[in-house]
């Protein structure tokens, strides 16, 4: 069965780091999305996006995140200057359809930040 | 604004009974409700969807009940078995909206 794939499945990072989680959704998927997961708590959106762009996003998707499809199978997540309180689980999904449909999910980026 | 929410943080289970794990949300405006698996590690796993035309759903050994009136959710399991320990959450979206809102999720134990 097709699954997202996530790299790396832990990342270490210095506060004040950049930093670049990456993704690989289903292949026929047009829908991408990122969600972060901080321990304990529950799984909330970021955001979607859908051809090249941005479709919506969450409050918690400021100005020191961005994301990129550089090419036609990864789609990336950049934080440019980490904060201790970006230390989370970060899940890429994605779905074929919008609305309405499952979201498949990877298995995450644990994201510390030191 | 949106709100989805589990009644009951734990549940144990012995092994090979049924599990009935359940979920409210605030929205009346929701239409579409998910169930995912979250196993230790890993990331959130489908495992049954229903959209608010209906209300049952069942697959291979879950059946997903909706009450509009009272806007509940509950996802039953069949036969628990060992390998459905996990964190189960519901999650809900609205007409074509892109993301989904999750609820805090219910660890479910199984005894032998």
């Known amino acids: 069965e097709p699954e997202v794939t996530q790299t790396p499945s832990h990342q270490v990072t210095q506060m004040g780091q950049e930093v670049i989680l990456r993704c690989v959704p289903i292949s026929n998927h047009l829908y991408f999305y990122w969600y972060r997961q901080i321990l304990g708590q529950k799984v909330e959106f970021l955001v979607s996006f859908y051809n090249n762009e941005i479709s919506e996003k969450s409050e918690i998707f400021d100005d020191q995140f961005s994301v990129e499809r550089p090419d036609g199978s990864n789609f990336t997540l950049k934080i440019r200057s980490t904060k201790l309180e970006d230390s989370a689980m970060y899940f890429c999904a994605s779905s074929e359809l919008r609305g309405n449909q499952p979201q498949h999910f990877g298995d995450g980026t644990r994201l510390s930040i030191l | 604004g949106e709100s989805v929410g589990l009644h009951l943080p734990t549940l144990s289970v012995q092994e090979g009974d049924n599990s009935i794990i359940n979920c409210a949300y605030s929205n009346s405006a929701s239409d579409y409700f998910i169930w995912y698996k979250q196993e230790s590690g890993k990331g959130p796993q489908f495992i049954i969807d229903i959209r608010s035309n209906m209300d049952k759903r069942q697959g291979q050994r879950v059946t997903v009940l909706l009450n509009k009136t009272v806007k509940h959710l509950s996802l039953q399991i069949a036969a628990t078995q060992p390998g459905d320990s996990a964190v189960y959450f519901c999650?809900?979206?609205?007409?074509?909206?892109?993301?989904?809102?999750f609820g805090a999720g219910t660890t479910v134990t199984v005894r032998a």
């Open positions: 999650a809900e979206s609205i007409g074509n909206d892109y993301k989904l809102s």
